[in-house]
């Protein structure tokens, strides 16, 4: 399979406690993608890499929020002292900027599920 | 603010029924649009796309949409549903034309009936 991956699926933690989730994209993608999307609601823009430069970051993403991508692969995103309000599926996505300059559409993963007890 | 308005949130249909979704958005410029579609256990997946062109765009498995400037609609259709069409359906959109971050509506819970 060569779509988005994540991993883990699920994470159950404990609040106040760090976790990390990672997002490998398609591999010809230059662009990655962050999105939160809660029950009943569609997902909402966390944060935006183009190559390893994060170039757009929501207001949504508190400091205890940090997301990587060091060589332009594959991505990470680490909450620290998470709150039960984090409790949320994680969504990467990824794309291809075209040589016009134009965005692409969006290639969705599965999500991460975090629950924080 | 920029936002995306998915009026129809629970729709409960029989197959062979036609359906239209609505989809509204907030914004005078340039857009980009996008209906994605979440079958139950997977993740989203695009069913088609509005970039350019003839405003009326066709996707995977029957489904078109209309863009419709002066509504700021994209309203998605399809003329006969199937009991596999039961899935959420999300309206997004990139504004701006060039815009990196998608804004979606709330979604739209499809239910086709037997």
């Known amino acids: 399979d060569t779509g988005v991956s994540q991993d883990p699926r699920h994470k159950i933690t404990k609040r106040g406690q760090n976790v990390t989730f990672r997002c490998d994209p398609i591999?010809?993608?230059?662009?990655l993608y962050w999105y939160r999307q809660t029950l009943g609601q569609g997902p909402e823009f966390l944060t935006y890499f183009q190559n390893e430069a994060q170039l757009e970051k929501s207001r949504l993403l508190s400091d205890r929020f940090s997301a990587e991508r060091p060589k332009g692969s594959f991505s990470t995103l680490e909450i620290q002292r998470t709150e039960q309000g984090d409790s949320a599926m994680y969504l990467c996505a990824s794309s291809l900027l075209s040589a016009a300059g134009g965005s692409q559409e969006q290639f969705f993963g599965p999500g991460t599920r975090l629950t924080v007890l | 603010a920029q936002s995306v308005s998915q009026h129809n949130h629970h729709v409960i249909l029989s197959e062979a029924a036609s359906l239209e979704l609505g989809c509204n958005y907030s914004?005078?410029?340039?857009?980009?649009l996008f209906w994605y579609v979440q079958y139950p256990g997977q993740h989203l997946q695009l069913l088609l796309k509005?970039?350019?062109?003839?405003?009326l765009v066709k996707g995977i498995k029957g489904f078109e949409a209309e863009f419709i400037k002066s509504k700021f609609s994209f309203n998605l259709r399809k003329p006969s549903v199937q009991w596999s069409d039961t899935a959420e359906y999300f309206c997004a959109v990139l504004f701006g034309g060039g815009g990196n971050k998608l804004t979606f509506g709330t979604g739209t819970q499809l239910k086709v009936e037997l």
């Open positions: 914004y005078g410029g340039t857009v980009n």
């Open positions: 591999s010809e993608h230059n662009r």
């Open positions: 509005y970039f350019s062109g003839d405003p």
